[in-house]
Each structure stands twice: as structure tokens, then as C-alpha cells.
């Protein structure tokens, strides 16, 4: 059964940090593609950060500079090392997957598969 897991989140005063992680499960053959997003109370759910098929990192304004997306393209994870917290960065994060391959030379197929989030709250 193919899942996301998100893991890392807490409760941490303004300035602190936190390491968000999101690992994906399914069929050894298959890697994924993940991107985090958020959504505060009352507010909808937002794109924070990916990596792009390059490589290269992506970034909600509100958090360029304080958040660092990296991965571990081997195991199916995902992270975010957010640093200077603050309290509107207070949300459920959520991991998704959009795309998946399976198989060496595979193509990337559309996947579409959320997690059940991490909860991040930032106090002043």
C-alpha cells in the first residue's frame, strides 16, 4: 500500500526551528516526486516548497530564506529544515506526491497522494 508519512512537527517559540520529513512507501521500484504545502485555520492550503526535476528548490515567497528543502531521492524522503519560525508559519503541513516512476527508465506518470500532515505551531 503506497503512503505518505509526515513527520518533525511541534510546538516551538518564535526564532526556533524545526525539520519537517515526509516519506513515501510503495512498490520498491517506484520513486516519488513531493512537494509541502500548508494550510493555516481558516485559511486555504498553500505551496511551500519542492525540488524540481532539475534540482533546483522551490519556494514560497513567505518563507525563501528561512526554509531549506532537501532530499534523499534513494529512500523516498522529503524534508524541510525550517529555521526563524515565526507565528503566521504556524499550520498543518502536508506532504503531496504528483508524479511517480517505476523502473529503471520508467517515465513519470501522473500520481496524485496527500499525507496526513505534521502539525507546526509557532508561538510569539
Known amino acids: 500500500q503506497e503512503e505518505l508519512v509526515e513527520s518533525g512537527g511541534g510546538s516551538v517559540q518564535a526564532g526556533g526551528s524545526l525539520r519537517l520529513s515526509c516519506a513515501a512507501s510503495g512498490p520498491l521500484q517506484c520513486k516519488y516526486h513531493m512537494i509541502w504545502y500548508r494550510q493555516a485555520p481558516g485559511k486555504e492550503r498553500e505551496f511551500v516548497s519542492q525540488i524540481e526535476g532539475d534540482g533546483t528548490p522551490k519556494y514560497a515567497d513567505s518563507v525563501k530564506g528561512r526554509f531549506i528543502v532537501s532530499e534523499d531521492t534513494a529512500e523516498n524522503l522529503l524534508y524541510l529544515q525550517m529555521n526563524s519560525l515565526k507565528p503566521e508559519d504556524t499550520a498543518m503541513y502536508y506532504c503531496?506526491?504528483?508524479?511517480?516512476?517505476?523502473?529503471?527508465?520508467?517515465?513519470?506518470?501522473?500520481?496524485?497522494?496527500w499525507g496526513q500532515g505534521t502539525q507546526v505551531t509557532v508561538s510569539s
Open positions: 503531496k506526491t504528483d508524479r511517480r516512476r517505476c523502473g529503471y527508465g520508467a517515465r513519470w506518470l501522473e500520481y496524485n497522494s
